[in-house]
């Protein structure tokens, strides 16, 4: 069974910055927690790097749902976009099976592999008596 590579190619309309959801999580996550330093009076505990992040913004948890809005359609989207790829259908087993004949088929290969490297020593070693 032969796989071509343009299927397994994402698609154009998936790209990594579309599955980055940790990075959008951790800027919100940011926010919420400057707002709760600053509301407790911890402002103190902020490193530099986290307040740059946040873009120095301040947010609530009433404001979280709005805040990660595209967040949850970036994630929709990317779900549904890997449930189109191909072989995603394919059951455990069925990639199982195919391993297991892949992995046949690369032991067929080294074996030929390796008897055309003893071929091959063999042709030179009888090459180098004929020269005599």
Known sequence: METDVKTLALPPTLSP???DALSELAIVLTKVRTSIQSSS?????????TTTAAG????????????TDSLKHKLQHARAQ???LSDMDRSIEEQRQEIS???ARILTQRALLERLRDDGLRFGKDGDRMDM
């Open 101 to 103: 004949e892949l992995e």
């Open 41 to 49: 009076g911890l402002a103190t505990g902020a490193t530099p790097s």
């Open 17 to 19: 910055d579309g599955l």
């Open 82 to 84: 890997v449930r189109a």
């Open 56 to 67: 120095g913004q301040q947010l609530s948890f009433k404001d979280v749902p709005g805040a």
